[in-house]
């Protein structure tokens, strides 16, 4: 079968790669009908995630159609139309029973010390394929901002998940105030009925949201930029630096060095009202950044943050996916759709915001 593979920065290729057989009872071998290029995979196209080898297949958006199934399986069979969250849990373990697949015990990235391993009806795929990553890490972000009702959050990023993070807040009747560089990113949003701003327009981006709410800030904000912001050139070296680096050395200097660009965390932090929610949804992955904790003790300030436990919200999302109408708008919230063979041109037009580019799916 043919499948995208990393072969090294910037460098991915569309390789035929061995055809997927059942080696556990509790397998699923499913053909993949559609499947998404996140803001995530970016961290390996730019070597930022040092866990990965030449040849290694990236991806981890997809949904299809189910063509066999172990002997243990019993809640699935051939035929079936499924979408696989990006997370890999088995559903019975402790943690799962918990609602937090992404610290499932049974896939637990232990030699790492890690939480959960990742996978790098009738209506169209395009309604279904974000269940697997965008509206689940979107829906946990609107959750964990802890908005009071009718308050107001400041979304940092509008990539695909700061996008759908604020057509869940605006669909829940949340005032919204979104952030970012990009005009085509900042008009799409403006048309779903945020209030945009333009980080360039702005020398006190903080100052400006505190003069939109009363002096206060809004009583939320949610970074969904995270490690990909803007500016700390330094920072950004840093981690090229550390991709050059024997797999042994860099996965230390990874862990253990702060190479993390913080400047929308830091923005979150002086937007946010004085006890009011900062909701991460962004990824960071350094260990030592100095942090304001004098700050954030001060304003009183709550932190929520951590990978989308994907199937605790799919209840709760499955109602404005199956209902009448779109109201989350995710039919057409992609902006490209190619063939599986034009994925190196996708992810260039992605990382490099080309075109338009904010989503791009994949037709195998």
């Known amino acids: 079968m043919k499948a995208v593979t990393w072969h090294g920065k910037r460098d991915v290729r569309v390789d035929n790669v061995p055809d997927p057989t059942i080696q556990e009872p509790t397998d699923a071998i499913v053909r993949i009908t559609t499947t998404a290029l996140c803001g995530s995979a970016l961290h390996l196209y730019e070597v930022r995630g040092m866990f990965i080898e030449q040849g290694d297949i990236l991806g981890h958006e997809p949904m299809g159609i189910v063509e066999e ?48 391993a990742l996978f790098g009806y009738g209506p169209p795929d395009e ?21 009071p009702e009718g308050g107001s959050v400041t979304v940092l990023g509008l990539g695909p998940i700061g996008d759908m993070s604020s057509r869940i807040a ?10 970012d560089l990009v005009p085509e990113r900042l008009e799409r949003t403006r048309r779903q009925g945020a209030e945009v701003l333009d980080l360039n327009e ?6 400006t949201i505190r003069e939109m709410t009363d002096g206060r800030g809004t009583d939320s904000v949610i970074d969904a930029v995270g490690m990909e912001a803007h500016g ?9 630096l550390t991709g050059l680096l024997p797999d042994r050395l860099a996965q230390g200097a990874m862990q253990e060095t702060g190479v993390d660009r913080l400047n929308a965390f830091l ?12 909701s991460l949804s962004g990824v960071y992955g350094g260990q030592a950044d100095p942090l304001p904790m004098l700050t954030l003790f001060d304003k009183q300030i709550q932190l929520r943050m951590g990978q989308a436990n994907v199937k605790r919200w799919t209840e709760d999302i499955m109602p404005l996916l199956t209902g009448d109408g779109d109201p989350l708008g995710v039919e057409d919230f992609h902006t490209h759709q190619l063939p599986l063979e034009e994925a190196p041109r996708g992810y260039e037009i992605f990382q490099k915001k080309d075109d338009g ?4 799916l994949f037709k195998p």
């Open 127 to 147: 309604r279904f394929i974000y269940l697997s990553d965008v509206l689940p890490t979107s829906w946990q972000a609107v959750e964990y901002a802890g908005i």
């Open 170 to 179: 605006l669909h829940r009747g949340h005032r919204v105030i979104a952030v």
């Open 69 to 116: 199934v172990g002997p243990e399986v019993t809640n699935l069979a051939p035929g079936d139309r499924v979408v696989m969250p990006f997370q890999i849990s088995c559903g019975h373990c402790w943690m799962c029973g918990q609602g937090l697949q992404t610290q499932c015990e049974t896939t637990q990235v232990r030699d790492q010390n890690m939480g959960a």
């Open 202 to 207: 702005h020398e006190d981006l903080a100052e």
């Open 357 to 360: 580019a904010i989503k791009v």
């Open 267 to 278: 923005l979150a932090i002086d937007a946010v009202r004085r006890g009011g929610t900062i």
């Open 232 to 240: 700390s050139p330094g920072a950004g070296l840093a981690q090229q």
